[in-house]
């Protein structure tokens, strides 16, 4: 189906709106003081049985995310957790009382919210409204299950044996064939994880991959050690081809950084060149600045080096 670039736009419009709408700019959410992603973890945890793990899943966030949230509702009284019948290492999620009543809230702004806008359409075309809304968020489920949606991919800390070469392999796979890179760059991704691999005994230190069906297609690295004592350097972040844009990138570059703040690091460095424009809007948008760009070759080409640095809040 060739799609009319005009309903393309027209569509992205109509969601920004929807999202503002909705409340998920910021301020009041569904009624509460609390985030859009606290609240639809208070209506998933509703349903019953939910581990943390499945509930990330669920809402497609990372673990260190789900467990700062969850802290919080444990924290405000909303959210009880048990063990496992069956694995006491597992804990179950449940509502308390107020939990319960706090959702029950929820529901009834939803309904009315739902309910006043849909008074103000015409006869039939609340069906038209809901018919539509089935038949898109099918096709995006869709498209997000062909690309490898983030509740299908685990982000996963530690080495994995084969990880040298598989993370150099998608690295030469993509920017040999975008940007002409070549055996100089291969040598210097090659050669810097095998220098980096055997530090990672020291725990300021840190590798993540991102795994589907037990393979590795994205990956991130934390090297807290050759920039100096209080500087990490973020190395290595890519993510497989046919897998951009589906939020692996994302959470791999959260669980990075998690582990910065974790450790207390003053700054975080990395190096790029110009022209990586997702890259840099993904950088960009958890706190990263441009502070650096020279010509240069140390990736075997004449490229506009740049180097980006994030300072400790």
């Known amino acids: 189906m060739n799609v009319d670039p005009a309903v393309i736009e027209d569509i992205r419009a109509l969601s920004r709106a929807l999202v503002r709408d909705w409340g998920f700019m910021g301020g009041a959410f569904a009624g509460t003081d609390l985030s859009p992603s606290a609240v639809h973890a208070l209506i998933e945890i509703e349903t019953g049985g939910l581990t943390a793990r499945e509930l990330g899943g669920r ?6 995310s789900v467990s700062r949230m969850l802290c919080k509702l444990v924290a405000s009284g909303d959210v009880s957790e048990a063990p496992d019948a069956a694995d006491g290492r597992v804990k179950v999620l449940s509502l308390t009382a107020e939990g319960r009543g706090r959702v029950a809230a929820i529901h009834a702004f939803a309904r009315r919210q739902v309910a006043g806008a849909l008074e103000r359409l015409g006869a039939g075309e609340d069906r038209i409204v809901l ?6 968020s099918k096709a995006l489920e ?3 299950d062909a690309s490898g949606n ?3 991919i685990e982000i996963v800390a530690g080495y994995h044996p084969g990880l040298v070469a598989r993370v150099t392999d998608m690295h030469m796979r993509y920017y040999a064939r975008e940007h002409g890179l070549g055996r100089p760059f291969e040598a210097l991704v090659a050669g810097g994880l095998a220098d980096f691999c055997p530090r990672l005994d020291n725990p300021r230190n840190g590798v993540w991959t991102a795994r589907r069906d037990g393979t590795i297609v994205g990956s991130v690295a934390v090297d807290g050690e050759d920039m100096g004592e209080d500087v990490a350097h973020l190395r290595w972040f890519i993510v497989a081809d046919g897998l951009r844009g589906g939020g692996a990138g994302k959470r791999l570059l959260d669980a990075a950084l998690a582990f910065v703040d974790g450790h207390g690091f003053a700054e975080t460095h990395l190096t790029t060149f110009a022209g990586l424009d997702a890259a840099r809007h993904l950088y960009e948008s958890r706190g990263f600045v441009l502070a650096e760009e020279a010509v240069g070759v140390q990736w075997g080409k004449t490229l506009l080096e740049q180097r980006f640095v994030r300072r400790r809040a």
Request: glycine share 12%; no cysteine; aromatic share 6%.
């Open 59 to 64: 809402l497609r966030l990372e673990k260190s």
């Open 131 to 136: 018919d539509g809304l089935r038949l898109y």
């Open 142 to 144: 869709g498209r997000s």
């Open 150 to 152: 983030a509740s299908a």
